[in-house]
């Protein structure tokens, strides 16, 4: 039997397989995530992605179906990572006040005992309201936007942060449960 792993330690991208009655392992990827630069391309993420699993790949026996995930913020096709200071987090937080941004999440899945693998990108579209710097101070202060691509999570955000949203959700969390469930079946694993 074909064994599940995640190769990310992201407690956001665990729940979403758990929501999907998944039964998986964690192995972290240590591949790093350096980029060039941060003009935005899909082939820079799904690049990051598969890499990762790779990373994971190499280290597993061969009867496992690994899956890695890559999400990035971008505004006006620049990416926004996970900054390094408060600084930066107030700085991506400010730039994103008022406009709307893409996420994108690159996952990739590889089936070391097929050797095949399956990619697929989703991008989904945030608006954020105007936020004021006593907006942008509380959310630093409250939740911790140095982990988090763009500084932020949209599962934490009041309401009254977020104008609206198109598509996937759980993409902008972190992995949509629809790619998953695609790359799960191109590379026939058996779902519960």
Request: hydrophobic share 40%; with cysteine.
């Amino acid at each position: 039997m074909v064994k599940l792993i995640l190769a990310s330690n992201s407690p956001r991208r665990k729940k979403i397989l758990s929501d999907l009655g998944l039964e998986f392992k964690v192995i972290p990827s240590n591949y790093d995530e350096k980029l060039p630069d941060n003009i935005f391309s899909y082939e820079k993420i799904e690049d990051l992605a598969t890499q990762k699993c790779l990373d994971v790949v190499r280290r597993v026996d061969k009867d496992s179906l690994v899956l890695a995930a890559d999400t990035v913020v971008v505004l006006h096709n620049r990416i926004l990572g996970k900054p390094h200071s408060r600084e930066e987090a107030y700085e991506m937080l400010k730039s994103l006040s008022g406009n709307t941004h893409s996420v994108v999440t690159a996952a990739c899945g590889i089936n070391t005992k097929t050797n095949r693998a399956a990619l697929l990108s989703t991008t989904s579209y945030v608006r954020f309201t105007s936020w004021s710097d006593n907006m942008i101070n509380y959310y630093i202060d409250k939740f911790n936007p140095l982990d988090k691509a763009g500084s932020y999570g949209i599962q934490e955000l009041p309401s009254n942060y977020i104008d609206k949203y198109e598509g996937s959700f759980e993409n902008i969390v972190g992995l949509a449960p629809e790619a998953v469930l695609s790359i799960l079946h191109q590379l026939q694993f058996s779902l519960p």
